[in-house]
């Protein structure tokens, strides 16, 4: 399985600005100084749900395009998420050639 420091990694190298955030915490602060075009998320944070992040972003009408990526297989949780709207939900383990994709200079 990829982890968040292998994928900064390989977004980097492929030309885009990447900030880590590892908790709920950090994702909410970061937000409220920076306008992300794409926010890569995961349900399954240290600090909680990482959905909180979605739902906020989603209650200050925030810009940016979410991608959430999760192991969760529980279908109660996944409609959860996929009633927040997000552009897309991938499984992991995450399909890195897919999101490039996704995220590309194409889309």
Same mark, same amino acid.
């Not at 383990?93 to 995220?103: A, E, H, K, Q, R």
């Given at each position: =399985?990829i982890s968040a420091? @292998? ?10 600005? +990447? #900030?880590? @955030?590892? #908790?709920?915490?950090?994702? $909410? ?10 926010? $890569?998320? &995961?349900? =399954? *944070?240290?600090?909680?749900?990482g959905a909180a992040? *979605?739902?906020?972003?989603? &209650?200050?009408?925030? @810009?940016?395009? +979410? +991608?959430?990526? #999760? ?7 996944l409609r959860e ?6 552009? @897309?939900?991938?499984?992991?383990? $995450? &399909?890195?050639?897919?999101?490039? =994709? =996704?995220?590309?200079? #194409?889309?």
């Open positions: =399985m420091r @292998a994928l900064y990694g390989i977004l980097s190298r492929h030309g885009f600005e +990447v #900030t880590l @955030a590892s #908790t709920i915490a950090q994702a $909410l602060d970061h937000l409220q100084i920076a306008q992300p075009d794409y926010v $890569l998320l &995961d349900l =399954m *944070l240290p600090d909680g749900n992040v *979605l739902r906020h972003m989603r &209650d200050i009408d925030h @810009a940016a395009r +979410v +991608v959430v990526t #999760t192991a969760v297989s529980d279908p109660e949780r998420v996929r009633d927040l709207k997000p552009d @897309a939900v991938l499984h992991k383990p $995450l &399909d890195v050639n897919l999101l490039l =994709m =996704m995220i590309g200079p #194409t889309n």
